[in-house]
């Protein structure tokens, strides 16, 4: 198809989700010369932004607030001339019987684009205890990775009994004095291989058949409650930081029936992040992976819309 017998349109590309992975996209189309739009959701955010200390991004060896770098990612897309708005999206569908739009609904408004990339993150599953708010980033982490480094010859909480939580804890070991798992049964869910390495490792302790019921603290965490599954007598685990695995939520709701997701939620893609449905690319954290950090996200990003650019080009017509 050709430049000229393409239906109307407004954009090139509209990216959903104001994340690194979004904004990553944002700086390579806005540079690229491609109509963008990036739609950052009204009512959430990225997780980065409420992260305290981001140590191992590299090319800052000093570290950066979370909020900071967003901060640099979205200043630098809009130095490049992207264009962003602050709202929902509540729709995506084919517009009408044209097989070379998408319509996208934002703000009851409806606009058509030649492609989507969906990066609209995730967020993690919270226990919901009294002291999970409060502590956020004072003791209480969702990530090992992020976080572990700060908590050197500590004890640190593992809440969960999932390959995720049982990866993370053994990565806790080579920072934290002791990690005690914590699990609501008398048996673990992660992998077999996961587990042997869990109960080898010397620094890992468990506490079986127990449930948070309150992150304690001052300034900062001190430990937490948890009650007995059967009894509900309750006791309490002297720890300086809490880390949470018991899963993530990525925000796909509006996906479900229009692109294949693993059973987690997760969008599924190829290498080149192309979903499903011809024309939706997906990057960062929604996308289905094994490993979900800000440099995979912005990674994510530049590899969509480099894709998203070839698909354009060959539906103008254009060479590449």
Sequence with gaps: MSKEKLPPYDYDVIIIGGGPAGYTAGIYAARAGLKTLLVEGAATVSQITITDLIENYPGIPDGINGFDLMQLFKN????????????????????????????????????????????????????????????????????????????????????????????????????????????????????????????????????????PVEIIGQNLVTGITVADVESGELSKITAEGIFIFTGGIPHTNLFQDLLKLDNGGYIITDDNMQTSAKGIFAAGDCRSKQFRQVITAAGDGANALYSAELYIAALKGESY
């Design 76 to 211: 630098q897309a809009l130095k490049f001339g992207l264009e962003t708005m602050a709202a929902d999206v509540t729709s995506i569908k084919k517009h009408g019987s044209d097989d070379a739009l998408w319509e996208v609904t934002v703000s009851d408004k409806a606009l058509r684009a030649l492609s989507i990339i969906v990066a609209t993150g995730t967020e993690w599953k919270k226990l919901g205890v009294p002291g999970e708010e409060e502590f956020a980033g004072r003791g209480v982490s969702y990530c090992a990775t992020c976080d572990g480094p700060f908590y050197r010859d500590k004890d640190v909480v593992v809440v969960g009994g999932g390959d995720t939580a049982l990866q993370e804890a053994l990565f806790l070991t080579h920072f934290a004095k002791k990690v005690i798992v914590v699990h609501r049964r008398d048996r673990l869910r992660a992998t077999d291989i996961l587990q042997k390495r869990a109960f080898a490792e010397k620094k890992i302790g468990f506490v079986w058949k127990v449930t």
